[in-house]
């Protein structure tokens, strides 16, 4: 289930006037297939700033599914061109890079229950996360350290550190303790690093955007591109927003994510919008059993298993709940 024989299909999407390339990738085929989907960019935008860029505005949309499943027809291709349980890879583009597209649904399915599913800001960029993943350390022998509550204004958030810690073994750091100093050397000596807090987006400076220290100070963006190369292979940001970024020319999305994944953390788990916390703590729990158990899952298989078992829960079936993070970069 974890090696490179697993089939993955990629899909790359490019925008072009009224319309939506969607190329698909897979390795037994000779060429690409590319299909092509009528898609107003502009009605799309304004479907995303209306639905999407607030904490109210995504518990409204859960509300009224079919407000989003009016964009099912974005994925079609999926049951094409791959089988239930095949890795679908997505290259998003334009609005599509804040849409919960493994949230669409595929047949009578969310895609996130018929395939795992992974993200990525290019082609590019998913080349670099997956070089040297063969050198990576066994799963089961990883050093992880955990972060929370940096401001000290954030209970759930420490209490989920501290749960991540006391079950996993993990190096804990909390409120004063999540300094400069102390989450630098994590990124660069710790296998995993798990960041339970608040993450600060600048739309006028993306570069700024960061995550919000003890005392005040932010690990910034552009201090993150200028770090030595990371050891970290998975990254995870549970806070709010965290997966936000801002688009440049040629698509490259500018933020947290492209320094982190510049540093050459192999995988980052971050969010799409505002979380509620009592889900979010039951999800990361489930997350990290499904990559720690026996079985060994790789992070795709322990994303998709822990957003089903989140889905399943009482009153936590609204999209609000139970899709707001994704995984972006090396699925393994």
Not at 36 to 52: G, H, M
Not at 117 to 124: C, D, G, I, K, R
Not at 294 to 303: I, S, V
Request: hydrophobic share 45%; charged share 25%; glycine share 8%.
């Amino acid at each position: 289930m974890t090696g490179d024989a697993r089939r993955v299909v990629l899909l790359e999407y490019i925008s072009m006037s009224g319309r939506l390339a969607v190329f698909g990738v897979r390795a037994d085929w000779d060429r690409p297939k590319v299909e092509l989907l009528d898609l107003d960019q502009e009605e799309l935008s304004l479907f995303v700033a209306a639905n999407l860029d607030s904490h109210r505005s995504v518990r409204d949309l859960a509300e009224m599914p079919e407000l989003l499943h009016q964009y099912d027809f974005v994925v079609r291709p999926v049951a094409e061109w791959s089988e239930p349980g095949d890795v679908i890879c997505l290259v998003p583009h334009g609005a599509l890079h804040r849409m919960p597209l493994h949230a669409l649904r595929v047949g009578d399915e969310h895609l996130i229950e018929r395939n795992p599913v992974v993200y990525a800001p290019s082609v590019s960029v998913l080349r670099h996360s997956r070089t040297d993943r063969e050198s990576a350390a066994p799963e089961l022998s990883r050093r992880m350290a955990v972060f929370g509550d940096s401001r000290q204004n954030l209970p759930d958030a420490a209490a989920e550190a501290a749960m991540l810690g006391d079950r996993f073994g993990a190096e804990v750091h909390l409120g004063a303790a999540v300094t400069r100093e102390n989450l630098q050397r994590a990124l660069s000596d710790s296998d995993w690093v798990h960041i339970a807090g608040h993450a600060a987006f600048d739309p006028r400076n993306p570069l700024r955007s960061g995550l919000e220290l003890h005392g005040g100070d932010v690990l910034t963006a552009g201090e993150i591109f200028g770090m030595p190369r990371m050891r970290a292979s998975l990254v995870t940001l549970s806070g709010c927003e965290t997966g936000i970024s801002l688009r440049h020319s040629g698509d490259e999305l500018i933020g947290l994510t492209r320094a982190l994944l510049y540093a050459r953390a192999s995988s980052l788990l971050v969010s799409l919008w505002s979380v509620a916390d009592d889900s979010t703590a039951f999800f990361m729990r489930r997350f990290y059993d499904h990559l720690l158990s026996g079985r060994g899952l790789a992070k795709a298989d322990a994303l998709r298993a822990a957003v089903l078992e989140t889905m399943r829960m009482p009153d936590w079936g609204s999209l609000y709940r139970w899709a707001p993070f994704t995984l972006i970069g090396d699925w393994h």
